[in-house]
């Protein structure tokens, strides 16, 4: 199974410099499995997009296709084949 993710500009120097990262997985997948994936490839994501219990930061919002995850099941979100990952990292200026 091949899935899509997107990443922003302030993720990209942890996935050398890649806005699309294509991953592989082994089946039905959740979310966390794709992020198991993403972060295998880039290792550098995990502390930008996952605290130290290996769930979503507070302000990582993270899209399968049209859905934020975390109103379809979260890391437990169903991830179909050829489906879109977009991680948004919240921006706070002022």
């Not at 890649?18 to 794709?34: I, T």
């Not at 399968?64 to 489906?83: F, K, N, Y």
């Amino acid at each position: 199974m091949r899935v899509i993710v997107h990443l922003p500009g302030l993720l990209r120097s942890d996935a050398d410099g890649a806005a699309h990262v294509p991953v592989e997985v082994d089946g039905p997948v959740a979310l966390r499995g794709v992020l198991d994936a993403l972060v295998a490839r880039h290792p550098g994501l995990d502390r930008r997009i996952r605290d130290e219990r290996g769930l979503l930061r507070r302000y990582v919002n993270v899209f399968v296709d049209e859905d934020e995850c975390r109103t379809i099941g979260g890391l437990d979100a169903p991830v179909h084949d050829g489906a879109d990952v977009r991680l948004l990292p919240s921006v706070a200026g002022g």
